[in-house]
């Protein structure tokens, strides 16, 4: 217990978060997100038989998908769905037309425009003064999936959104060191 009671040793608390998208010019607000899933990765595994034994090996990489929580508000400078939505036309997504309406609907969604839409994405880790001790980087972020919330007359809840991220890989920057470093 000696080591919990030392005044220099602070954990980091899921409360002090902020979640940075620098995508759009107006963007979704940092006061509207709830909550963060940061971000988290598994390695593959590959066997080789020999005889009667089985050896293991690491394989590749993968980055699983992040998520967060926004609550949705009837405001024209913070409203989460009609944001969403923007983003997702920044995207590329285009509804289709009536038929006979030429050229409408024909474009759809590239990695480039679903990046450069929402922008570089931080999840930053905070200390009690408010200063960032751990800053998570997703690169190549994009949506993936959009999830507007339930409604129903018997519940007094606050409508919320929740969005998955999906994202080629992430570093941590900590206290000014990338982990892993980053190329270049």
């Not at 010019?25 to 971000?39: A, D, F, N, R, W």
């Not at 009667?52 to 590749?60: L, V």
């Not at 949506?143 to 129903?152: P, R, T």
């Amino acid at each position: 217990m000696a080591f919990w009671q030392d005044n220099n040793v602070e954990p980091k608390r899921g409360y002090r978060f902020v979640l940075s998208i620098a995508g759009r010019e107006t963007g979704i607000k940092q006061y509207l997100i709830k909550s963060v899933k940061k971000p988290s990765w598994t390695v593959s595994e590959q066997s080789l038989q020999y005889i009667n034994h089985t050896f293991k090996y690491p394989g590749r990489v993968t980055w699983g998908p992040c998520s967060f929580v926004i609550v949705d508000t009837v405001n024209d400078d913070s409203n989460g769905t009609v944001e969403l939505m923007k983003i997702l036309q920044d995207s590329g997504y285009e509804l289709p037309e009536p038929i006979g309406t030429e050229g409408k609907g024909l474009k759809s969604i590239s990695k480039k425009g679903a990046a450069s839409a929402i922008g570089q994405v931080y999840i930053k880790t905070l200390d009690a003064a408010g200063i960032e001790v751990e800053t998570w980087v997703l690169n190549n972020a994009w949506i993936s999936a959009a999830e507007f919330g339930d409604l129903a007359y018997d519940s007094e809840t606050i409508l919320q959104v929740s969005i998955t991220l999906q994202y080629d890989n992430a570093y941590v920057q900590f206290r000014g060191n990338n982990v892993p470093a980053t190329p270049g």
